[in-house]
Structure formats: C-alpha cells, structure tokens
C-alpha cells in the first residue's frame, strides 16, 4: 500500500497549484482520503476529505470557497485543486487514508488521527510574493 503526493511547488499569492495523491494497494473505495497539512510551528490540520462512495466531502473553513478535492478512480488518484492562495497556506501537504471510515461525515469531530494509517510523503507548498 502506497500513497504518493506531488504538485507542490512555490507560487505567488493569488496563485492556484494541483496537488495529486496516487494510490496502490488499494481501491480509494475503501477509504476515505484526506488532505492534511503542516505549515512550520503548526499543528496538523485536516484541510480536505473525499468519500468515492458517496460519503461527502469536507472542507476546512480555511479551504472553503477555494480549494477543490476531486477523485479519479480509475486511476486512483485523489486531487486536491487549491486557487486563490495566501501567504497562511504555505505548508506541507500530506494525503492519507483513513483505513477505519470509508466517509467523510463529520470529518472534525469524528475522524481521528490514528485512524489514518496509510500516509504519503508530503508535498511543499510555498505562498510567497
């Protein structure tokens, strides 16, 4: 089991990047996918999540409006499309699997950290004029 995250790279503000996620192992039908991130001095925070299964999506205030988490199955391949980026989004981007809810529902008061046991390596966003 692999996760694989890319796309990251140092844009200006107001500026949009791609992240991807590719997974092996697995069929993204089985769990649900995360986007977490990790700006320096900073806790972890859960900024997207998407359920192939009809489970719903979640997105953090911050990512609201701005961010797009998508999903191909096919080529089992979550995205997570970030536009109109700002200084405070500068972080590294983690996606992971959450092996114990194949939903997204109620992401910030039910999902737990443990129960994301398959993690790719991060990803470097940069926001910076």
């Known amino acids: 089991v692999q996760l694989q995250a890319s796309g990251g790279g140092s844009v200006q503000p107001g500026g949009s990047l791609r992240l991807s996620c590719s997974a092996s192992g697995f069929m993204l039908d089985y769990y649900a996918i995360a986007w977490f991130r990790q700006a320096p001095g900073k806790e972890r925070e859960g900024v997207s999540c998407?359920?192939?299964?009809?489970?719903?999506?979640f997105y953090s205030d911050s990512a609201k409006g701005r961010f797009t988490i998508s999903a191909n199955r096919a080529t089992s391949t979550v995205y997570l499309r970030m536009n109109s980026l700002k200084p405070e989004d500068t972080a590294v981007y983690y996606c992971a699997a959450n092996t114990m809810r194949s939903r997204c529902d109620n992401f910030k008061t039910d999902h737990q950290t443990h129960e994301y046991n398959y993690w790719g390596r991060g990803t470097l966003v940069t926001v910076s004029s």
């Open positions: 998407i359920s192939t299964t009809g489970g719903g999506i």
